[in-house]
């Protein structure tokens, strides 16, 4: 909506009235102009806008802290202190993408994400949102780009991923059986030692109830794998343990186990 209103003053300032009511609108345009500029500059996020050339128009204080510093206008988007990476292999970019033209490439204006490492060394990942500006006659004068702050973010998604990580080491690393299933039953995940339990590696996703090739009771007559402890717990909601179950391989070898 905001854009849409600058698009708007925009085009006001190309159809300006040549009558006595010209000084009066153009004190409103001024007035309207000077009342979102301090809105864009009381705002949070960072943006600012370009020429067509790539060159600095306008800006906000946001902009100039996520920045760390005051770029000059008039001046390319590309030759600011700060320096851009890939965050995905921490890479220097050879410059931001210009505005305008990954508005033409993309269509939406959302580009991938960007590292900025500011002067002081301190990095900040975004991701910059485009939008065109038009004149009075329909065509493209420039852009706004809006940077969108997502360091929290992704820095809470590598906690996640290094936790899940660790878990998974701990898991592989244990001496008992260890698997999982989904709701449905098809297994997600197995350790090492419930492999050679099995005697075999199931396929994730594709398996159910669990990895065994074959389950007996304790008086040897056979236990169809949709009533294993596993198909038991997730038909009933309930946990199964203290009893025991003949576990054969695809070898003919049998383990005795006590599933929990």
């Given at each position: 909506n905001l854009l849409r209103v600058i698009n708007?003053?925009?085009e006001l300032k190309y159809q300006v009235p040549?009558?006595?009511g010209k000084e009066k609108l153009l004190q409103i345009l001024k007035e309207g102009e000077n009342q979102f500029y301090r809105l864009f500059q009381d705002l949070q996020t960072p943006l600012y806008t370009t020429d067509l050339q790539g060159k600095i128009t306008y800006y906000n204080k946001?902009?100039?802290d996520l920045w760390g510093g005051a770029p000059e206008i008039d001046k390319e988007v590309s030759q600011e202190s700060v320096t851009w990476h890939n965050p995905e292999n921490g890479q220097r970019a050879a410059r931001e993408p210009h505005p305008v033209e990954f508005i033409k490439r993309s269509g939406s204006g959302a580009e991938n994400e960007l590292m900025i490492e500011r002067p002081d060394g301190t990095q900040t990942i975004v991701v910059p949102?485009?939008?065109?500006?038009y004149d009075g006659s329909g065509n493209?004068?420039?852009?706004?780009?809006?940077?969108?702050d997502i360091t929290d973010?992704?820095?809470?998604?590598?906690a996640l991923l290094d936790s899940e990580k660790r878990h998974r080491t701990v898991i592989q690393g244990l001496p008992a059986a260890i698997y999982a299933t989904d709701k449905a039953g098809y297994i997600t995940?197995?350790?090492?030692?419930?492999?050679?339990?099995?005697?075999?590696?199931?396929?994730?996703?594709?398996?159910?109830?669990c990895g065994s090739w074959k389950i007996f009771n304790p008086d040897g007559s056979e236990l169809p794998l949709d009533e294993c402890p596993m198909a038991r717990t997730l038909k009933d909601g309930k946990p199964v343990f203290g009893?025991?179950?003949?576990?054969?391989?695809?070898?003919?070898?049998?383990?005795?186990?006590a599933p929990h």
């Open positions: 708007c003053f925009s040549t009558d006595t946001a902009a100039t949102y485009a939008s065109p500006l493209v004068s420039g852009a706004i780009n809006v940077l969108i973010r992704k820095a809470a998604e590598k995940m197995y350790n090492k030692a419930a492999a050679e339990l099995w005697g075999r590696e199931p396929e994730i996703g594709k398996e159910l109830w009893e025991e179950i003949l576990v054969v391989r695809p070898d003919g070898s049998m383990r005795n186990v």
